[in-house]
């Protein structure tokens, strides 16, 4: 039993034609002409392999093989297919193609699944219109709100919900989310966007835990003033408070170690011109680490710090939490299946954690999760020539059909 790797780059190929920037990377954002295109041809594609289709609440779309018991818990497994402007082939579709794939190989080969197997497309995981993200997986996972459907908005202003609707759909929260006890496994398989598979000459890598993730805004408010008329010790220059603040969370972060890390990424300044001292200055802090105390110790070291600048330069600091996500722990006994099922193939596989988020992050709420990774090429992605050869996820996807057909097979324990 093998999967057809012509097939998969096919399907990819045919994805990447529903974009709104063709010429300059793939452009597919939610509930937009392009989802709905690129929806079209995976059903068109799950109705030939004669799944039953399905679509929920918030618009996650399912094709169901049935399972000898269909009152038995489902395996599922996917991963979404909206990208960010200007992005990759290959982020979210190659786990939705695999999807399809391994469909395909278990109806060519008759396979008796015990447990019925779902493949899921979700199609808001980058959030780019709405400012989201990862939003088919929260709703599964419970973890959405009505609120949010009319709070977030695109740039035109149409909220989510009027997205929806306009789509075809009637948002309902409740019929989306899952039980705790429906789903006896989540598989998702995810190009790695980073460097850590290849540096290493890995074929897979095998996620343990996907990071915590927690962001800030902080405006320093100083004073505007003349650079020439003001003296030095007259000054409550806000870019200075910035400034200290920044090259103090690096030592913060590299100091607390073990993979901690802690970025500023985005500056707005105020009057942003060569003869005014700046008077406003806002960032971005994104803090990131596989435990929650490393997390809580960055910040709260960057408290006291923020203190001792107020204080230094006499400027008003103001810090806004903007997001909080826990570190999330995979499921360890899958690991071990797909470890043994790895060397089985012969494939070099690496035990990694994932720094960036994935729909996976949620499931992991309401059932046991594995993420896969094959290599990046030069660890590039979000980007148009965001790259892995064939034959480098040709391996993820087997190790993801092996892994199915072993769980969907074993009806000992239930
Ligand atoms: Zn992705």
């Known amino acids: 039993m093998r999967i057809n790797l012509g097939r998969v780059v096919n399907d990819i190929e045919q994805l990447a034609r529903f974009n ?65 402007i200007n992005g990759g082939k290959l982020d979210g579709v190659l786990g939705v193609v695999a999807a399809i794939e391994i469909m395909r190989v278990l109806d060519e080969n008759n396979i008796e699944n015990f447990y019925p197997i779902e493949m899921v497309a979700m199609n808001d995981e980058e959030g780019v219109r ?60 995810h ?34 003033g003349h650079a020439g008329t003001t003296p030095m010790d007259n000054r409550k220059d806000a870019l200075v408070a910035a400034s200290k603040f920044i090259i103090s969370i690096e030592k913060i972060a590299k100091n607390i170690g073990e ?18 001292i700046p008077g406003f200055v806002e960032i971005s802090v994104d803090i990131r680490s596989t ?5 809580n110790s960055v910040y709260n070291s960057f408290k006291n710090e923020i203190e001792k600048i107020k204080k230094e330069l006499d400027v008003d600091i103001e810090v806004i939490k903007t997001l909080y996500t826990p570190p999330v722990d995979l499921s360890e006994e899958n690991i071990k299946l797909m470890e043994n099922i790895s060397e089985k193939l ?21 059932t046991p999760t594995s993420l896969i990774f094959v290599p990046s090429e030069n660890g590039l992605s979000h980007h148009p020539d965001e790259f892995t050869k064939p ?15 072993e769980l969907a097979m074993r009806y000992d324990n239930e």
């Open 346 to 366: 012969g494939y070099k596989y690496l035990k990694m954690n994932s720094g960036a988020g994935h729909d996976a992050m949620n499931m992991a709420h309401i």
């Open 391 to 405: 034959k480098d996820f040709e391996k993820g996807i087997e190790l993801m059909l092996n892994t199915i057909v």
């Open 191 to 224: 190009i790695e966007q980073g460097p850590v598979l290849q540096n290493n000459n890995k074929d897979i890598g095998l996620v343990e835990t996907i990071v915590g993730l927690d962001r800030y805004d902080i405006k320093f408010k100083g004073k505007a």
């Open 20 to 84: 709104e920037t063709p010429g300059n990377g793939v452009t597919r954002l939610s509930f937009t002409k392009e989802d709905k295109e690129a929806r079209e041809y995976i059903k068109k594609e799950m109705k030939k392999i004669g799944l039953e289709i399905y679509e929920d609440g918030y618009s996650n779309l399912f094709g169901r093989r049935e399972g000898k018991n269909s009152n038995a818990l489902v395996i599922m497994f996917g991963s979404h297919y909206d990208s960010v």
């Open 259 to 276: 993979g901690t890390v802690a970025t500023v990424g985005e500056l707005k300044l105020s009057p942003n011109a060569s003869n005014v």
């Open 291 to 295: 435990k929650e105390q490393n997390i």
């Open 130 to 189: 709405f400012g989201t993200g990862v939003s088919n997986s929260r709703s599964m996972a419970g973890l959405i709100k009505e609120e949010e459907l009319d709070r977030a908005k695109d740039k035109k202003g149409v909220s989510l919900r009027e997205a929806m609707i306009e789509f075809g759909l009637t948002p309902n929260l409740e019929d989306a989310k899952r039980d705790e006890n429906s789903i006896k496994a989540f598989i998702e398989l």
